[in-house]
């Protein structure tokens, strides 16, 4: 479907009409595949039809694909020189299609005309431009081998062109960018809040990348972006893995200056926009169509400080897993987040009702006996694991308070398909944790992890999430005022609490590192972001 698709554009004149531009906007959408945008759309038609046998159905399918999709990636990766485990991954993978093939036919059979939200329906250029508020637009990129695509849409004007940069160079660039912020992430990530004031010295950042990649993708939106205040990105392929927010809108004033003023002076594609990313373009008619949550008497559910003993950080190497189950001393080895204590406490503080489980009640257990669906904002301040990061380690988690003894549910691992199998009712879920929308910038790379897709699965309507390794005391600051600025101004957007929060780090007198990106910027909002 993509090369067809790359071919329909080649032979598109360069004076293409609306109705062409408009068949691509689908033509792309098909050519494009999610795993977040159909977790997101999966929950929205499970919500909406509330309970009953329907409903039954519709959780019992859920749960069916998402153990289809877990055995045919191990199935990919299986060794062929264990011929046992393949067969066997085999006869499990075939099982649960069969058992997708069934419940479809009941779903067909007893729910005629339903079965069509089993399967992704893109969005017509009209009906997305219908959705937008009179401040809003709507931004799809779409990258092929050769050349990119992109898509821009307010209420009244749309605009599509071709970039002639495919992924091989949006994923250099975008690889550049983020091991420029590798080292600066991690100045004061150990530290507690009350300790080391002094400010580091920044060792580096590619200003100059960043606002080629600005130059190239997005500055031709300009024009038509102009009484824009809020954006709804669509990230395909590399730039997935790379926030938006941090991209340089103009040539750098002080280019090769690693200084707060540098930083405070360069213009920023956050400050101009409020940044929302969506996993798909359909998702925008699932958020558009709920229903505005009250913002007074919320409830957070939160869960941080595990405790940890040891010294060493995620991405090492080292092995956490027995089995099947996490090796509680191994993941006891795992550094220890003592700011994550204050950083929920300070979250906390925003909100009039609050559960706090810290230390030796941040336990598997204990969530799983916690009553997660009255949680209008659930957090997490902990180490967040990337599949493969770890040896061992199949599927993404959240590291909580080890057990004395491993068992299921309770190995202090919460994985990606435990969280999937949640039934939240969450406005905000927070994974302040270590690459919780991790990428890598490769073509393939998938913006939104496991994590993300797992609570978008479960009931969630906001997440936010991190790029990259997040130093905690900028993390309990960043959310702490994103918190505060949303519940305090009742019409404020979301994606508007966000970026005013940014914008007083990038300005924090009292502490001139966090001007650095790598401070206020591994933050994303994806959902709804109004």
């Known amino acids: 479907m ?63 694909s998402n153990r289809a999709e877990r055995l045919e990636r191990d199935l990919t990766a299986a060794d062929r020189d264990d011929p046992a485990r393949v067969i066997r991954l085999a006869g499990e993978v075939e099982t649960v299609r069969t058992q997708l093939t069934e419940l479809d036919a009941k779903i067909a059979e007893n729910f005629p005309g339903f079965a069509t939200f089993s399967q992704p329906q893109p969005l017509d250029l009209e009906s997305s431009q219908q959705l937008l508020d009179a401040d809003e637009a709507l931004v799809f990129v779409f990258t092929g081998a050769h050349e990119t695509h992109v898509w821009a849409l307010t209420t009244d004007q749309a605009a599509w062109y071709e970039i002639g940069l495919g992924e091989d160079a949006i994923s250099d660039a975008v690889q550049q960018v983020r091991q420029s912020l590798g080292q600066s992430a991690l100045l ?39 009484a824009t205040e809020h954006v709804y990105f669509v990230l395909d392929g590399p730039l997935s893995a790379l926030p938006v927010s941090l991209l340089v809108t103009d040539e750098v004033p002080y280019a090769g200056q690693m200084t ?5 002076e360069t213009h920023w594609m956050f400050q101009r926009f409020a940044i929302t990313v969506l996993p798909s373009v359909e998702s925008l008619a699932l958020i558009k169509g709920q229903a505005p949550r009250p913002r007074e008497n919320l409830h957070l559910i939160g869960f941080g400080d595990p405790l940890l003993t040891g010294g060493y ?3 090492r190497g080292r092995s956490v897993m027995k089995g099947a189950l996490a090796d509680p001393n191994a993941l006891r080895a795992l550094a220890p987040l003592p700011a994550t204590r204050r950083e929920l406490r300070l979250i906390s503080s925003a909100f009039p009702k609050s559960e706090l489980y810290l230390a030796e009640d941040a336990t598997e257990a204990t969530l799983r006996s916690a009553d997660l669906g009255a949680a209008d904002v659930l957090a997490f301040a902990t180490h967040g694991l990337l599949t493969g990061e770890l040896e061992g380690l199949s599927e993404p988690a959240l590291v909580l308070t080890p057990p004395d003894i491993a068992a299921p549910f309770n190995d202090g691992l919460l994985t990606a398909s435990e969280i999937a199998g949640l039934d939240l009712n969450a ?8 690459n919780t929308a991790g990428g890598d ?51 404020r957007r979301k994606a508007t609490a966000l970026q005013i929060a940014m914008q007083a780090m990038l300005m924090d007198d009292n502490d001139p590192s966090l001007a650095h990106p790598s401070a206020w910027a591994p933050f994303i909002l994806v959902g709804d972001g109004g």
């Open 2 to 64: 993509r090369a067809l698709f790359l071919f329909l554009f080649l032979m598109l004149p360069l004076g293409a009409t609306a109705d062409l531009i408009a068949d691509g906007f689908v033509a792309a959408q098909l050519a494009t595949s999610s795993s977040a945008g159909s977790a997101l759309r999966q929950t929205a038609t499970r919500r909406a039809e509330g309970d009953g046998p329907l409903a039954d159905l519709l959780r019992s399918r859920q749960a069916a």
């Open 188 to 226: 004061r990530a150990a530290a507690p809040l009350e300790d080391d004031p002094e400010p580091k010295t920044f060792t580096t950042f590619d200003f100059e990348m960043s606002w080629l990649i600005y130059r190239e993708l997005f500055a031709q939106l300009m024009p038509l972006l102009e």
């Open 260 to 264: 707060p003023q540098a930083f405070r």
């Open 313 to 315: 950080w995620p991405g």
């Open 427 to 434: 406005d905000w879920v927070v994974l302040s944790a270590c």
């Open 441 to 491: 910038g490769r073509p393939d790379a998938d913006g939104l992890s496991g994590l993300a897709r797992a609570f978008l699965f479960a009931g969630a309507r906001t997440l936010v999430v991190s790029h990259w390794p997040v130093r905690d005391d900028a993390a309990a600051q960043l959310t702490t005022d994103m918190f505060q600025t949303w519940t305090h101004a009742p019409d």
